[in-house]
């Protein structure tokens, strides 16, 4: 490339100096033979000649010079453009680039998107086409920020009402440099807009308030009544109380601390699911894990004068998933129907399906009525049942269900009477040979 440029400008310097040269000779000629001068004035033209003619070439390969390099700097400049607006192209966030009167100069795809436009926006004003709000319901106008003239502001308490859907909003303005309009000499402001949609991350925080909110609630009863029990079971010690007193304030507190002791767990459970840990998946035989479970709460069941019945179909198919996801979300099904079954039997039921295996636990123990199977995967929910309430559950062994589920790709059906029992089944497909 360098050599090609060096003999193109070589050949472009001989072209003009075999023209200069034919030029100056020609000149010489008309000269002659119009008024043949003496030798002293020939001398003196021949060297003016020469002069300007030099000059005349030297003037040529300066300008040619000069274009060259204006449109290299203009190639350059387009260049670098189109690598800038091709990294702000691949940004998520909406970019535009604006004027103090909120005119559109410069903007992204993801501008487009997030402002729900399939047109053309440049030159047109944002304010006009971007209805932003605040919570509040008060209006947010642009307009005004770009008037302050600050070189920085940052808020993310703003709504987009677009047809179909409410975005949370955070916007950034930027003022970037100041520019002088050769016509009317004023003062010009640039401005970067930056809008980026954080409606899921607004979404997660909140659930995230109302969770941690939630859970504080459930703790502080059984943490108050554990309290209680320990302080009245040391005043009783101390005044040396019948064993009987004694005994019902340490089952009492007993009771809360296993109460404790299981929320924690669960949300231990809950944590590690919504962090992916153990998610790994791999290859599952069922009769293997139908047999462990069998083993695990054989003796259980059998304590609390239940059966536990094992019935799974010849070769099974295999499947793929996390083992621990799947085992932890079987063991929930299990312990729920040991917990609220008190005589009959629960069944570990594995059978195969046209798409793959069937996972069935169940149980002929209270059931659930029609009204509580419509929020029994909601966080916390208890139902009203007084038997329900009387086994301490925490509340979010189901709603942990739900989630196991859902990280192995598959989701819980529910068959239930109340008095009659419960089914909990899904389905997983089966690896494919």
């Given at each position: 490339?360098?050599?090609?440029?060096?003999?193109?400008?070589?050949?472009?310097?001989?072209?003009?100096?075999?023209?200069?040269?034919?030029?100056?000779?020609?000149?010489?000629?008309?000269?002659?033979?119009?008024?043949?001068?003496?030798?002293?004035?020939?001398?003196?033209?021949?060297?003016?000649?020469?002069?300007?003619?030099?000059?005349?070439?030297?003037?040529?390969?300066?300008?040619?010079?000069?274009?060259?390099?204006?449109?290299?700097?203009?190639?350059?400049?387009?260049?670098?453009?189109?690598?800038?607006?091709?990294?702000?192209?691949?940004?998520?966030?909406?970019?535009?680039?604006?004027?103090?009167?909120?005119?559109?100069?410069?903007?992204?795809?993801?501008?487009?998107?997030?402002?729900?436009?399939?047109?053309?926006?440049?030159?047109?004003?944002?304010?006009?086409?971007?209805?932003?709000?605040?919570?509040?319901?008060?209006?947010?106008?642009?307009q005004e920020i770009l008037k302050a003239g600050k070189p920085y502001f940052s808020t993310n308490d703003l709504i987009l009402q677009k047809e179909d859907e409410t975005l949370r909003i955070?916007?950034?303005?930027?003022?970037?440099?100041?520019?002088?309009?050769?016509?009317?000499?004023?003062?010009?402001?640039?401005?970067?807009?930056?809008?980026?949609?954080?409606?899921?991350?607004?979404?997660?925080?909140?659930?995230?308030?109302?969770?941690?909110?939630?859970?504080?609630?459930?703790?502080?009863?059984?943490?108050?009544?554990?309290?209680?029990?320990?302080?009245?079971?040391?005043?009783?010690?101390?005044?040396?109380?019948?064993?009987?007193?004694?005994?019902?304030?340490?089952?009492?507190?007993?009771?809360?601390?296993?109460?404790?002791?299981?929320?924690?767990?669960?949300?231990?459970?809950?944590?590690?699911?919504?962090?992916?840990?153990?998610?790994?998946?791999?290859?599952?035989?069922?009769?293997?894990?139908?047999?462990?479970?069998?083993?695990?709460?054989?003796?259980?069941?059998?304590?609390?004068?239940?059966?536990?019945?094992?019935?799974?179909?010849?070769?099974?198919?295999?499947?793929?998933?996390?083992?621990?996801?799947?085992?932890?979300?079987?063991?929930?099904?299990?312990?729920?129907?040991?917990?609220?079954?008190?005589?009959?039997?629960?069944?570990?039921?594995?059978?195969?399906?046209?798409?793959?295996?069937?996972?069935?636990?169940?149980?002929?123990?209270?059931?659930?009525?029609?009204?509580?199977?419509?929020?029994?995967?909601?966080?916390?929910?208890?139902?009203?049942?007084?038997?329900?309430?009387?086994?301490?559950?925490?509340?979010?062994?189901?709603?942990?269900?739900?989630?196991?589920?859902?990280?192995?790709?598959?989701?819980?059906?529910?068959?239930?009477?109340?008095?009659?029992?419960?089914?909990?089944?899904?389905?997983?497909?089966?690896?494919?040979?």
């Open positions: 490339m360098a050599m090609d440029k060096f003999h193109n400008r070589k050949n472009e310097l001989l072209i003009r100096f075999m023209l200069g040269t034919m030029i100056f000779l020609s000149e010489i000629a008309i000269i002659f033979i119009t008024n043949p001068p003496t030798f002293n004035n020939f001398i003196v033209i021949f060297f003016a000649l020469f002069t300007l003619n030099l000059a005349f070439i030297i003037f040529g390969v300066r300008q040619r010079q000069t274009r060259q390099k204006m449109f290299e700097a203009r190639k350059n400049a387009e260049d670098s453009r189109n690598r800038i607006l091709t990294i702000i192209n691949s940004l998520t966030d909406a970019v535009l680039g604006i004027d103090s009167h909120g005119k559109i100069e410069l903007y992204n795809s993801a501008a487009l998107e997030i402002l729900g436009e399939n047109s053309e926006i440049l030159n047109k004003n944002l304010s006009k086409i971007c209805k932003l709000a605040k919570i509040n319901t008060q209006k947010f106008e642009i955070e916007i950034e303005i930027i003022k970037i440099k100041e520019s002088f309009s050769k016509k009317s000499r004023s003062n010009l402001k640039k401005f970067v807009v930056i809008l980026r949609d954080i409606t899921k991350q607004k979404t997660l925080d909140e659930e995230r308030d109302e969770f941690i909110s939630v859970v504080s609630h459930e703790l502080r009863t059984p943490v108050a009544i554990l309290e209680g029990s320990l302080s009245n079971l040391k005043l009783l010690i101390d005044k040396k109380a019948p064993f009987k007193m004694l005994e019902k304030s340490a089952k009492t507190a007993y009771s809360q601390n296993n109460f404790l002791a299981t929320m924690v767990n669960d949300l231990s459970i809950l944590s590690r699911t919504e962090r992916g840990i153990g998610e790994r998946a791999e290859e599952i035989k069922p009769k293997e894990l139908a047999e462990t479970l069998f083993k695990k709460y054989h003796k259980t069941a059998f304590e609390r004068g239940l059966s536990l019945n094992l019935n799974i179909d010849n070769n099974l198919n295999h499947v793929k998933a996390s083992k621990l996801y799947l085992e932890e979300l079987l063991q929930n099904f299990i312990t729920n129907a040991l917990k609220y079954t008190r005589e009959g039997s629960i069944e570990i039921c594995f059978k195969n399906s046209q798409k793959g295996v069937i996972f069935e636990i169940k149980d002929t123990g209270i059931g659930i009525s029609s009204s509580d199977q419509k929020r029994i995967f909601e966080k916390f929910y208890r139902s009203e049942d007084w038997r329900t309430r009387e086994t301490g559950g925490t509340g979010l062994g189901l709603y942990i269900s739900s989630k196991l589920a859902a990280k192995i790709g598959t989701k819980i059906q529910l068959e239930s009477k109340l008095n009659h029992g419960s089914k909990f089944f899904f389905e997983l497909p089966k690896i494919k040979e």
